[in-house]
């Protein structure tokens, strides 16, 4: 069974088009996290819900939003895509911050023409 | 800074056994996690280690040495499916996870 569910799992967009990635979860975890991978390289935070607290990562560009409406549901926003931002975004979940394991979902591969 | 330093890629028989290095340097110590991702697809959690020695979960082992700053994975038996990368995380003083770039383990028959 699914706990972390990406959609859709494959993105193609347009340069500057904004677009919106989902996440959802059941497995009633309190922490949230979207990353970004490109190709063989570690993936990168770009920021984390605890509960409804939103923490940014200080190098995540401006052009990169997220809202988590409720526990089960997070929403990553790129604003006006480049095509730097071509890339795997992952979103994981933990059921806490300090120590628990990290749940990967399938991830969505966007791609930006 | 932060630095987790894993070898870029490693190639091993089918059924043999291979040992997959991490050393870090991070800022605080909170437990260091392995997992696997297989091309295209998300990372999966193999391992965590948060005291020294040796834990064992089937086919694989992860150890761990805190005060050389040096963990590694190793995988036994190996099979054709194991050809993944392998990332090394560590848990930081801030409870943020400080990722490796992986290693790429291919598999040979």
């Known amino acids: 069974d699914a706990m972390v569910i990406q959609n859709p799992r494959y993105q193609v967009t347009q340069f500057g088009k904004p677009v919106t990635l989902s996440c959802s979860q059941t497995l009633n975890h309190n922490v949230m996290y979207w990353y970004q991978q490109k190709s063989s390289q570690a993936p990168k935070l770009l920021f984390h819900?605890?509960?409804?607290?939103?923490?940014n990562e200080a190098d995540t560009p401006d052009n990169f939003q997220s809202r988590r409406p409720n526990t089960s549901f997070c929403f990553l926003d790129i604003r006006s895509p480049g095509l730097g931002d071509a890339a795997m975004y992952l979103c994981?979940?933990?059921?806490?911050?300090?120590?628990?394991?990290?749940?990967f979902g399938p991830g969505t591969r966007l791609t930006v023409l | 800074g932060q630095n987790i330093d894993q070898p870029t890629e490693m190639t091993a028989t089918e059924g043999a056994i291979v040992q997959i290095n991490c050393t870090y340097q991070t800022s605080g110590f909170n437990g260091l996690f392995w997992y696997q991702q297989h091309a295209g697809e998300a990372p999966t959690f193999l391992s965590y280690n948060v005291l020294d020695g040796l834990e064992e979960k089937g086919r694989f082992s992860s150890f761990l040495s805190r005060s050389k700053g040096y963990s590694y994975l190793l995988l036994k038996e190996l099979q054709m499916k194991d050809s993944a990368s392998y990332l090394c995380a560590v848990m930081d003083s801030n409870y943020q996870l400080i990722w490796g770039a992986g290693t790429k383990l291919i598999i040979k028959p």
């Open positions: 994981a979940t933990s059921r806490d911050r300090e120590t628990d394991t990290q749940y």
């Open positions: 819900y605890y509960d409804k607290d939103f923490n």
